[in-house]
């Protein structure tokens, strides 16, 4: 009764799958507080104390019709607040709600944005180390992905890019702040980035969309300023999700906004459509109405920059090869040896859990994600150390 | 920079979307009360008030992890209080939380079984009238539709739906109480329906799925039972969706419940996967937590029955020609004429918006959606009864 696809691609599993089961299996033997998961971004840290004053307000609110449909895209005062914040933010500085649309967060945004635009056989680009769903969102509308690796260090590697090019490419897809690497692209790099691709579609005459999937905006560390590429490039959509800022996700929301340079009167439309095939229909209306109050909150960033410079420092004294990341909640180190997956056992046989890099089209590297509490995280370094000094 | 076949799509537009703009263009030119609007199956009605005390204890609540990911699937024990009722019901008899996802709605519960099942060139068989956005579905997955017309009365036509069965058909669409026809499937005709499929499958050697889906499964009149033909047939699916029975079409929720005597260890799993590569990932964690408090709560049935019971005295007594609903907030009438198109314009020029059948793939019948206030309905009756006398 499967499809073909789906039942290959369920047998196969993916790492980070096979991952959670072991250490399922681990906690059972072992008991959970024995167990040093650092696999998944499910942040342990609860939504801020706004998001709860919010709940409450929502609770006490009988405004008529707020649960009914809305326009497929979502409510117009929602969309824009967003609009504002976007344009003062300078992320998107023509932005009105007429280019932004309200999804069930980053995931979803990312797939009706595909549906709208690939015809099959286009081709999408995916800078590897890469969000491994991001591969069957592109096959899922029967496009092509197209894998361009980023350099050493996880920033952009342009030469690569521009070899990737073809007059099938219909789209990148860019995610900055990285998961998994922790990389914040620098704003000269993404202009160089958005140079290229202005010079490609003059010679292929074609279009080719930028699709910045940005979760992980507001997780920036050091007082880094965001940079968008969509800001500077006209073909541009930004997908968002209010998962990782205000710590909720669960609860599915975010949106996608494009530039409206693309100049393009039938894309609202379009994502519209699509979001309603998809079976979405609209963003639920409660969580659009929730993040609407919220949009200016966000959790403490200091809680994951404090652990991101407890990690680096501890795994880099101890030899590790690794990157200080810039955002995110993630650090993705080298593995001792080049491979990843001989590491992710080693380490498994102290109980500890870590995503080897074959789930990102990286394998000489590891993920740890450290959205989780410390004392996990302290175990966790213990092992980790012993590791590296005994490779 | 959109698709081939969304641009198209966009371009023809939906009949319901037509009229919903010319609906606005008249209520911008006579005054919102003066355009009597019953195109849209969106409630008035407000969600109970059991609603708005769960919304109060959920703003409360400070259980850790609430908002985090959860397994795709959904929470256990929301599913296990689903499987509970679905059980005592006899909806799905043998039913466990292992054969239940939650989704946001039925329209993506719907989604994510036809992207599970369909091999590209599978046919999925919709019996007219229909819901038009399942051919959409279906195309969506590379699936092809095939139309089997319902009687005049629009009870099930089995010699026609015996007809369409081929070796390619992977699955059957059924819809009750039904939109737009307001038709319960009578228990005899779903038995006798199971025992032509069951025959097709040992004919062919092939499996082919009923997808049952209950949206109006409460909206149902008389005292009459509820019968599921997912109770009966192996290779069933039940989708459903809270936003009639509690009025919240915009908050996106509901499930998928599949009859565990399809034998498939994997189907949990194909479901799952397919809710993630969707970009839906999980059911909205909030929305979740507030249906398992209202499991035993609905709108008040009465409602909708008095409203039922005067707009089909009212047109049958004026002459038109309807099947009385057993369930649904609709009526389907045959137009005047049996030209629902030329139906549909001259009620516009007495400011009454109905939905051609055309809509539905039944072209000589219009639509009503009685889910509005009492006014509306009142005069757009007054308008609908001279319409039939001057025919």
Request: proline fraction near 6%.
């Amino acid at each position: 009764m499967i499809s073909h696809y789906i039942q290959e691609a369920i047998s196969r599993g993916s790492i980070i799958r096979v991952m959670f089961e072991r250490g399922r299996k681990l906690k059972a033997q072992y008991g959970a507080d024995q167990v040093f998961d650092l696999t998944l971004g499910n942040p342990v840290l609860e939504p801020p104390p706004e998001y709860f004053q919010a709940l409450h307000e929502l609770a006490e609110l009988r405004d008529k019709g707020l649960h009914r449909y809305m326009p497929n895209v979502g409510f117009d005062f929602v969309r824009d607040n967003i609009a504002q914040r976007l344009r003062e933010r300078k992320i998107l500085p023509e932005v009105t709600r007429e280019n932004i649309i309200m999804t069930a967060g980053a995931a979803c945004g990312l797939n009706i944005v595909l549906k709208a635009i690939l015809n099959p056989g286009d081709e999408v680009i995916i800078l590897a180390p890469y969000f491994v769903e991001y591969l069957h969102y592109v096959t899922g509308y029967q496009g092509v992905f197209v894998i361009a690796n980023s350099n050493p260090d996880f920033s952009l590697n342009l030469d690569e890019l521009a070899s990737k090019i073809t007059p099938k490419t219909r789209a990148l897809i860019i995610n900055s702040p990285n998961n998994p690497s922790g990389r914040v692209y620098s704003q000269s790099s993404l202009e160089a980035m958005a140079d290229l691709l202005y010079l490609k579609q003059k010679q292929y005459h074609t279009r080719i969309a930028i699709i910045s999937d940005e979760p992980y905006r507001e997780l920036i560390f050091d007082g880094q300023k965001v940079f968008s590429v969509a800001s500077i490039y006209e073909n541009s959509f930004v997908v968002y999700s209010w998962s990782k800022s205000l710590s909720i996700p669960g609860d599915r929301i975010g949106y996608v906004a494009f530039n409206p340079a693309m100049n393009n009167p039938r894309m609202l439309d379009a994502l519209s459509f699509c979001l309603r095939l998809s079976g979405m229909v609209n963003a639920p209306a409660i969580m659009q109405w929730l993040v609407n109050k919220l949009l200016d909150v966000s959790i403490d960033i200091n809680y994951y920059q404090t652990k991101r410079d407890r990690i680096y420092q501890s795994l880099k004294s101890a030899g590790y090869d690794l990157i200080k990341p810039e955002g995110t909640f993630y650090v993705f180190p080298r593995a001792p040896g080049d491979d990843a997956l001989a590491f992710m056992q080693k380490a498994m046989q102290l109980n500890i859990l870590v995503v080897p890099g074959q789930g990102f089209g990286w394998p000489t590297h590891f993920r740890i994600a450290y959205c989780t509490d410390d004392y996990t995280i302290d175990r966790a370094l213990e092992g980790l150390v012993a590791l590296v000094r005994s490779a």
